[in-house]
């Protein structure tokens, strides 16, 4: 069974500065990888996602993601936050086709953005 | 606005009771999938159907069911509820099946409280 590990509960960073948040995943096939945020009282948005090709991804609101297979990872970045940026970010990996199935989620990393 | 509308957006009731949560999907997705998220246990995939047939089950209890109409809405029915049942509720909708991998877009949730 698949699995996703985000081994940072919390995170601060200040504004301006840049971000990275880990996750690391366990899957026996090519994964599916998506990074979700979730700010409070909403639901889940996309920020991005890799199925197969560039391991570089760009998504939207300046994000980005790179997969390194050898490292079983999927940290997304951004190289300026700011303070909108503050929410809880999901990494999810897709059973099925492209996550046709289920998603599995790590438990989350609470971004806070210092003024 | 991901395009998912899910009714009601609070509920609370007792334990013992039964509900039922809705779920729109987004026009022209075919697959609607059921998650919860609660505090001890993070965001959790419980059900998809496409179609209206049942297409895969994740850690759904045996007091919950779902099902998916002609019309392409979803209900998740919660019976014999307990306190521990108290958590947000999200649905999911993706587009049709090969087309790759698909994306999940998510609702805002339903926020059930068992008292």
């Known amino acids: 069974a698949q699995s996703v590990t985000q081994p940072d509960i919390h995170i601060t960073v200040s504004e301006g500065a840049s971000l990275e948040l880990r996750c690391n995943y366990s899957y026996g096939a090519t994964p599916y990888l998506f990074w979700y945020v979730q700010s409070p009282g909403q639901g889940l948005q996309l920020l991005l996602k890799y199925f197969s090709g560039d391991t570089l991804v760009q998504g939207i609101k300046g994000f980005e993601a790179e997969f390194k297979r050898s490292q079983s990872s999927f940290n997304l970045r951004k190289p300026s936050v700011h303070w909108s940026d503050a929410a809880e970010y999901f990494c999810?990996?897709?059973?099925?086709?492209?996550?046709?199935?289920?998603?599995?989620f790590g438990k989350g990393t609470h971004l806070i953005i210092q003024p | 606005d991901s395009g998912v509308t899910q009714t009601p957006k609070h509920l609370i009731t007792a334990t013992g009771q039964r509900v039922t949560l809705r779920c729109s999907p987004r026009?022209?997705?075919?697959?609607v999938y059921w998650y919860q998220q609660s505090l001890d246990q993070g965001l959790q995939f419980l059900i998809q159907y496409y179609n209206g047939e049942e297409r895969a089950k994740g850690n759904i209890l045996e007091r919950f069911s779902a099902q998916q109409f002609p019309d392409l809405h979803s209900e998740l029915n919660l019976s014999s509820l307990e306190l521990g049942d108290s958590a947000l509720y999200f649905c999911?909708?993706?587009?049709?099946?090969?087309?790759?991998?698909?994306?999940?877009?998510f609702g805002p949730g339903t926020r059930l409280t068992v008292l």
């Open positions: 999810a990996v897709g059973a099925g086709r492209g996550g046709a199935d289920g998603l599995t």
């Open positions: 999911a909708s993706s587009s049709p099946l090969g087309r790759g991998a698909d994306t999940q877009y």
């Open positions: 026009s022209g997705d075919l697959s």
